[in-house]
């Protein structure tokens, strides 16, 4: 079985590093970018299987990344996870406008992250 590719998008070096180890850990090949542009171009050129993707992020922010790949029809069908320590309900609203289908505030449960990631993966 071919390994599902994540793409981890923060500008926190260290919480890249730290679920990257749990995403390999899980199974998953990870790419990684650490801004909104640099998002857009991995994301683009290595089409990954799932994003996980931080909300303010240098460049570009996180909503803004989301809403260019899910209004692109190659790439619109790639789930998206944004995660940040954002909680408002007006910020969860934001993401389901621009596509997301998924929103993950931190800290986090790594176990809730990876079940998450499972149930998109099948969708």
């Given at each position: 079985?071919?390994?599902?590719?994540?793409?981890?998008?923060?500008?926190?070096?260290?919480?890249?590093?730290?679920?990257?180890?749990?995403?390999?850990?899980?199974?998953?090949?990870?790419?990684?970018?650490?801004?909104?542009?640099?998002?857009?171009?991995?994301?683009?050129?290595?089409?990954?299987?799932?994003?996980?993707?931080d909300l303010m992020l240098p460049k570009i922010d996180?909503?803004?990344?989301?809403g260019m790949l899910k209004f692109d029809t190659r790439?619109?069908?790639i789930p998206v996870i944004l995660f940040t320590a954002?909680?408002?309900?007006?910020?969860?609203?934001?993401?389901?406008?621009?596509?997301?289908?998924?929103?993950?505030?931190?800290?986090?449960?790594?176990?809730?992250?990876?079940?998450?990631?499972?149930?998109?993966?099948?969708?």
């Amino acid at each position: 079985m071919d390994k599902k590719k994540i793409l981890v998008v923060d500008d926190e070096r260290d919480l890249v590093e730290i679920m990257t180890f749990r995403l390999k850990g899980a199974g998953y090949d990870v790419l990684t970018a650490y801004d909104g542009q640099e998002a857009l171009d991995r994301a683009r050129r290595d089409k990954p299987d799932l994003i996980i993707l931080d909300l303010m992020l240098p460049k570009i922010d996180g909503y803004k990344v989301c809403g260019m790949l899910k209004f692109d029809t190659r790439f619109k069908k790639i789930p998206v996870i944004l995660f940040t320590a954002r909680a408002q309900e007006a910020d969860r609203n934001t993401g389901k406008e621009v596509g997301a289908d998924a929103y993950i505030t931190k800290p986090f449960e790594s176990q809730a992250l990876l079940d998450k990631i499972e149930e998109l993966l099948k969708r």
